[in-house]
Structures are given as C-alpha cells and as structure tokens.
C-alpha cells in the first residue's frame, strides 16, 4: 500500500523570503503525485500534479514541486512568500498502475500548515 | 458557474440520529468520492462512485451509506452506527476517474451532541 509523509506539522517563512514544504511517498511503481491547498472551513484545491516528463512542476499561485525519483520526494516550493499563501496544505500520491484508477487509488499526508508572517 | 455543492455547511446531530449530507455537481463528472477530515489525520476516503448506480466502499466505508442515483447528485448519510460521527466532510469530483485532479466542495460541518 503506497503512503505520503509530511514531516512538519507546521512551517513558519517570512514574508519574502523562500519556501518548500516537504513530501516523501512509497508506492508500488512509478506514482502520480499532487498537491493541494485548504483554506480555513474551505474544501481543497488543486494545486499541481507530476504525472510523467520534467522532474519540475509549475502550478497554480506561483508554486511549483520537484520530483526525485531517487530521494522518493516531491517538494513543494515557492521563491517569495506571500501572507496569502498561509493555509494547510497536502501531498497525495497514486501508483500509476493502480487498476481501480482514479481518486479511490489517491492517498493523503497529513497536511502541513504554512504559516507566512508579514 | 459550474461546482460542487455541499450542504448544509454545518449540521448538529443528536447522538442515534441519522443524517444526509448532500453533494451535487454540474461538471457533469462521471466519478464522486466522499471524504473525512479530522484534525492531523489528513483526508480518508469513505466512499466513491465512478457511473451512476455504482459505488465501492472506501477505507472508513462503517456506519457510512450512499446512493448515485443520478450521475449529478451523490448523498452521504451517516447513520448512529458511525461510532465517532463529529468531522468534516468533503465531496469530491473528477471527470473520469483518471490521475488525480479532484473538484472539491466546500465541505459539511457535523457535530454530534
């Protein structure tokens, strides 16, 4: 059964400055990975997703993960933070073979809060 | 404008009772899923339908039933056999049960008192 650690319960950056919070998997073959954001009472959205081709993923609001097949991480990044950007966030990972396909293959971290301070 | 709809937002719940929460979507998304998130524990999957009078039990499928009815329309109830009920419940969608990007609503509140 594949899995998703988030490390850090919590991530503190200012306003500015770089962020990455951090996404390691272990899955049965090559994965499909995501991330997500929540806003407070809010539902998910997506953020952006490594499926195959370049290690480095742009998505939505200017961030972007990297995929290490080797160090089984796909971190995700941001080169200035903005206070708008502090929500909870979640990596997810689904084996690329999986024969039910879709979301019932999709397993979640725990969420990381980023909290970005002016 | 084309969504997920979630509702009610929140809901209280005496304890035995049963109670429906309802999601519809007009992406016209042939998958639903259905999902709980409690505090540090991340999302877990209950239970997800890819086509209309079809659906499969997730990882926490107990005390939990659904219907899909209507490929627009997928309601979750939560009966008094659900042993710890309180938790937020999120509704999904994709279009066809691919790879990953869900379309989630904006998620129901229940308290059990």
């Known amino acids: 059964a594949q899995s998703v650690a988030q490390p850090e319960d919590q991530v503190n950056v200012a306003e500015g400055n770089p962020l990455t919070v951090k996404c390691t998997y272990s899955?049965?073959?090559?994965?499909?990975l995501f991330w997500y954001v929540q806003y407070p009472n809010r539902g998910l959205q997506f953020l952006l997703k490594y499926i195959t081709g370049d290690n480095l993923v742009k998505g939505s609001y200017g961030f972007e993960a990297e995929f290490n097949k080797s160090q089984t991480s796909f971190h995700l990044k941001k080169p200035s933070a903005l206070v708008s950007d502090s929500a909870l966030y979640f990596c997810a990972v689904s084996p690329v073979m999986y024969s039910g396909g879709g979301a019932d293959g999709l397993t979640f971290g725990k969420g990381t809060h980023l909290i970005i301070q002016p | 404008d084309g969504g997920i709809t979630q509702s009610p937002k929140y809901l209280f719940r005496k304890e035995g009772q049963n109670v429906t929460l309802s999601c519809e979507q007009n992406?016209?998304?042939?998958?639903m899923y259905w999902y709980r998130q409690d505090p540090g524990q991340g999302l877990r999957l209950i239970y997800y339908?890819?086509?209309?009078?079809?659906?499969q039990k997730g990882d926490i499928a107990e005390g939990y039933s659904v219907s899909r009815e209507k490929k627009e329309s997928f309601p979750l109830t939560v009966t008094s056999a659900q042993k710890n009920p309180t938790a937020f419940y999120l509704c999904a969608s994709s279009m066809d049960g691919g790879p990953g990007e869900l379309f989630f609503g904006e998620g129901s509140r229940l308290t059990v008192l």
């Open positions: 899955v049965s073959g090559n994965p499909y």
């Open positions: 339908s890819q086509i209309v009078n079809d659906f």
């Open positions: 992406l016209n998304h042939d998958a």
